[in-house]
């Protein structure tokens, strides 16, 4: 059974939506319903992406010292 759903839109969408449909030979309803079916099966099977799997091609990308940790001034103040 289907469910109703309002849908809006910007003008030009609506008129890139009928251009399609028509030119598909489906309704208005069927090409939205497709083409959400198709992104959220998309959005599905993406991996989940977290902010340390962006950047970890960046560690050790720049110079700079090989461990923070050695430089007595990084660590003043440490653990108070």
């Known amino acids: 059974m289907m469910r109703p759903i309002s849908l809006k839109m910007p003008r030009h969408l609506a008129r890139e939506v009928s251009e399609a449909a028509r030119r598909r030979g489906v309704s208005r309803s069927a090409l939205i319903r497709e083409a959400l079916e198709i992104f959220l099966r998309r959005e599905r099977a993406a991996p989940t992406v977290s902010a340390l799997s ?10 700079g010292p090989d461990d923070l940790s050695v430089n007595p001034d990084y660590m003043r ?4």
């Open 54 to 63: 962006r950047a970890v091609d960046l560690a050790g990308a720049f110079p």
């Open 77 to 80: 103040g440490f653990g108070r």
